[in-house]
Structures are given as C-alpha cells and as structure tokens.
Nanobody, 126 residues
Framework: QVQLVESGGGLVQAGGSLRLSCVVSGRPFDNYAMGWFRQAPGKEREFVSTITYNGGNTYYADSVKGRFTISRDNAKNTVYLQMSNLKSEDTAVYYC???????????????????WGQGTQVTVSS
C-alpha cells in the first residue's frame, strides 16, 4: 500500500518561505512522477507543481512560477516543495500526489493521481 506523508506546513508572514516535504513508501519511488496540489477554503483542489519520475522536467502553475521550486531525492524517497515570497493567496492545504502510471513526463492532473498525502496546512498572514 502506497503511503505519502507530508510535513513542513505552518504559519508564515507574507514574503516568507517554507519547505514542504513528502516521504513516500510502498512502491519504487523513482518510477513515478510526483506533484503538489492545494485546496483553499471554498475552492476546488488545484495543481501547483509536478516533477517527472527522473527529475528531468518540472511544471508549475502560473500563480507560483518563479516563487516555488519542486525537487526530489530518490535516495530518500522524498519530494520537496520550496516556497518563497509567499502571499496570502497561497494559504491552503497542500497535498502531495503520486502518479498512477510509471515513467511519465507529463504535468499531472488530479485524475492522474493514484495516491494522495493527508495534507499539510500553509497559512500566510498579510
């Protein structure tokens, strides 16, 4: 059974930084693309970022491009989301996501995800 465990959320002032981590267990980590999604209160879950299975390509939502960086450490079965210059509109629950198919190099959609983390709250105060 695949498990995704996130950490690193919290309360930060606007302009600050946070790094989210997601540790994956239960299947070969380096065969799958990974992503981050987020959901703000009263809104639908939205795409934030994807990193391909080999780390060769990354994708970002326009709203976070230039401020967020996704990376992965296949030796640690971990994917990261470094968030900088945070804004109040970044406030949301952030979810780690694992692709359902192997070795893909596409930007993940929610329908591509086979496993989700439990979510970690990020709150940005203005």
């Amino acid at each position: 059974q695949v498990q995704l465990v996130e950490s690193g959320g919290g309360l930060v002032q606007a302009g600050g930084s946070l790094r989210l981590s997601c540790v994956v267990s239960g299947r070969p980590f380096d065969n799958y693309a990974m992503g981050w999604f987020r959901q703000a209160p009263g809104k639908e879950r939205e795409f934030v970022s994807t990193i391909t299975y080999n780390g060769g390509n990354t994708y970002y939502a326009d709203s976070v491009k230039g401020r967020f960086t996704i990376s992965r450490d296949n030796a640690k079965n971990t994917v990261y989301l470094q968030m900088s210059n945070l804004k109040s509109e970044d406030t949301a629950v952030y979810y780690c996501a694992a692709d359902r198919l192997t070795r893909r190099t596409v930007r993940l959609k929610a329908t591509d995800v086979s496993s989700w983390g439990q979510g970690t709250q990020v709150t940005v105060s203005s």
